[in-house]
């Protein structure tokens, strides 16, 4: 490629060079000492020159380990939901916003205000809203049932929602979702407003309709920016604790207990810090692989390549 052989781009490359060496220092030398330290067996307490070296018994541990199967279940499962409905309802909000009309800086301003909210406070006030006594979710639900009785065996009563293997994980997802689909709403939009008129107009007047421009000129035209906005949802949602430990700490019994999470109780309920960091290295092993992925897929040489 010209790109690739021209001094300008080598140039370039050594500006980048110290920051790279900077950004790879810092997630190297962290990832080498927990794989370290999961190569031994040691807890708080204990002086360091006191540890138990164990070699790879906790990688070996791990794979009968019913725990972290059932919590990397759980990750995948919450994981899953969380992309595809944020995705979808972000990328929907920012297609709704982008042609201005009256009020709609105030639209914009309003849906972007749980991302201000700090995680912590976001598990208290959904905790709050998903009780089971004094929830306002489960009072309206309760007053439609009861204005409609027919619905009350589709679920408009008092749920626990909380408190229901079955419905705990949903909550979550729903709590996440409100947090964090103005995220995708504002990178969505900034990619929208980006894109050339020129393209859209001509569109427009070879006679594409609505759908038709968003399906197959501006969703096409804005791969990239989604794939990026994916792979940091993807890192943000596998490392996810605070809200989950408010809200419901993985019960009841392990249906929200998160890999994040299921490593906080290995480290500090268990004092199995050697384990821990074993199973930390797992997670960021999961959380490589399905960034390479959609990085290769993502891959902006192959669409820019100047032979």
């Known amino acids: ?72 279940g759980v990750t995948l499962r919450y994981a899953l939901w969380i992309m595809v409905l944020e995705m979808i309802l972000g990328t929907l909000l920012a297609l709704t916003l982008e042609r201005p009309f009256a009020g709609v800086a105030v639209f914009r301003t309003i849906f972007i205000l749980p991302l201000m909210v700090s995680p912590i406070v976001v598990g208290l006030i959904w905790r709050y809203l998903f009780d089971a006594r004094v929830g306002i979710i489960d009072h309206y639900l309760e007053a439609i ?23 705990a994980l949903p909550a979550l997802i729903i709590t996440d979702i409100w947090q964090w689909t103005p995220f995708i709403f504002i ?3 900034a990619g929208l407003q980006g894109l050339p008129s020129e393209v859209t107009e001509a569109a427009f007047m070879d006679g594409a309709n609505w759908l038709q421009m968003t399906l197959f000129v501006k969703l096409p035209m804005l791969r990239s920016i989604l794939l990026v906005t994916l792979l940091m949802r993807l890192i943000d949602v596998f490392r996810a604790l605070e809200v989950i430990f408010i809200m419901t700490f993985g019960g009841p019994g392990l249906s929200t207990e998160v890999l994040s999470l299921h490593i906080y109780k290995t480290a500090f309920t268990s004092q199995e810090l050697g384990y821990a960091a074993g199973i930390s290295v797992l997670l960021i092993s999961i959380i490589l692989v399905l960034s390479l992925g959609i990085m290769v897929f993502n891959n902006p040489l192959k669409e820019r390549s100047d032979f």
Do not use: C, H
Not at 46 to 59: C, H, L, T, V
Not at 145 to 167: C, H, K, M, Y
């Open 1 to 72: 490629m010209k790109s690739l052989t021209n001094p300008k781009t080598y140039v370039a490359y050594l500006f980048l060079l110290p920051a790279v060496a900077i950004l790879a220092a810092g997630l190297l030398v962290p990832l080498f000492n927990a794989f370290d330290l999961s190569l031994y067996k040691w807890s708080i307490g204990i002086p360091w020159d006191k540890r138990e070296f164990i070699g790879g018994a906790s990688y070996t541990r791990m794979l009968t380990d019913d725990y972290v199967w059932t919590s990397l």
């Open 145 to 167: 049932g009861n204005a409609i009785p027919v619905l009350q065996p589709l679920g408009f009563t008092r749920v626990e929602w909380l408190g229901s293997p079955d419905l």
């Open 187 to 189: 990178i969505v939009l």
